[in-house]
Nanobody, 123 residues
């Protein structure tokens, strides 16, 4: 079992920045690929960014590429999402997720989920 806890969400003006964190506990963190998904009101949960078990490979949705950076610190069992140039359309609940080894963009591939953290971007 992997337990995930997100933090760092909040209210920010358009153009601003936030840094989300996802703290993991349970099994060996470095065995797991990690990802950020987001869900806006009335919309389906969607992939935002992912990072493989070693941190050597990352993947981004086109909507966030160039603005968001995913990273991880395996020594501290923590994953991060640095979000710059935030837009109102980035408003959503952001969830971290974990699965063994490799990143996939489908949420059905992920076995463990956090409770989510709200990000609100005002115009």
């Amino acid at each position: 079992q992997v337990h995930l806890v997100e933090s760092g969400g909040g209210l920010v003006q358009a153009g601003g920045s936030l840094r989300l964190s996802c703290a993991a506990s349970g099994r060996t963190f470095s065995d797991y690929a990690m990802a950020w998904f987001r869900q806006a009101p009335g919309k389906e949960r969607e992939f935002a960014a992912g990072i493989n078990w070693s941190g050597g490979s990352t993947s981004y949705a086109d909507s966030v590429k160039g603005r968001f950076t995913i990273s991880r610190n395996n020594a501290e069992n923590t994953m991060y999402l640095q979000m710059n140039g935030l837009k109102p359309e980035d408003t959503a609940v952001y969830y971290c997720a974990a699965r063994y080894r490799d990143v996939y963009r489908s949420l059905n591939r992920y076995d463990y989920w956090g409770q989510g953290t709200q990000v609100t971007v005002s115009s």
